[in-house]
């Protein structure tokens, strides 16, 4: 089995399970809101963009995404989240597209987009940087990367909320970023891409969690 396939199949034997974590799921209401603003902060000031969801799962952002308005394609390799992810939004009564692939480089042919939004994926990917060059180059002039990303507690510290998150496929190869990747080394890796980087806390924030936590979140954004 590739190691694409074997990422997939993690993913997809995951998808069942994976909105039972707060920030996933968009369960409770309150997380759902404190989400819904922070979206509404970091896209353009226009009623309605072309937004990438790269590494979509379940689609919890995709359907906020589109009930704010925007078009949007989300994109994961798992075809179980792709499901699930159709699912949410059908059952939401909205309209968003979707397509099973390689989240690192999207097939989506010539088309460009005004946001590409990515969630706690860059630690899962073998070769983030190449991830980034090629999200960036999906952006109109003047387009918005927006990166949720953190450094994750590691398992000895479990306990709180969202704490020990596990490698998808361990032992397949070792991870640029495993454990994630702090505001810090994002900012590096970005700015000499880019003509504007931005970085906001999210650590502070517990609605977004759904409890608190005390580990490194953050969004980075980033004009192309």
């Known amino acids: 089995m590739s190691s694409e396939n074997a990422i997939a199949e993690y993913w ?5 399970a994976f909105d039972e974590e707060p ?6 209401a309150r997380t759902r809101r404190a989400w819904e603003r922070r979206l509404a902060d970091w896209m ?3 009623p309605a963009v072309d937004v990438l969801d790269v590494g979509c799962g379940t689609g919890s952002l995709t359907v906020l995404l589109a009930g704010a308005g925007h078009r949007v394609t989300g994109v994961d390799l798992a075809p179980g989240m792709v499901a699930a992810a159709r699912a949410k939004i059908a059952a939401a009564g909205l309209s968003a597209a979707f397509v099973v692939g390689d989240a690192a480089a999207p ?3 010539v088309r460009r987009f005004d946001v ?5 994926l860059l630690w899962t990917l073998p070769d983030p940087q190449a991830a980034l060059r090629g999200w960036l180059a999906r952006l109109r002039p003047g387009g918005r990367l927006v990166l949720i990303e953190g450094r ?3 398992p000895a510290d479990a306990g709180a909320v969202g704490a020990g998150v596990a490698a998808p496929y361990a032992g397949e190869h070792r991870l640029p970023w495993q454990g994630g990747v702090t505001a810090r080394e994002l900012t590096s890796a970005v700015a000499p891409l880019v003509s504007e980087v931005r970085v906001e806390s999210l650590s502070e924030d517990g609605e977004l969690w759904g409890g608190e936590v005390d ?3 953050y969004a980075l954004l980033a004009l192309a």
């Open 12 to 16: 997809s034997a995951a998808a069942p």
């Open 23 to 28: 920030d996933h799921g968009l369960r409770d």
């Open 116 to 120: 590409v939004l990515s969630r706690h």
């Open 215 to 217: 580990d490194e979140r």
């Open 152 to 154: 994750w507690r590691q």
């Open 107 to 109: 097939p989506v042919g």
């Open 44 to 46: 353009p000031p226009r």
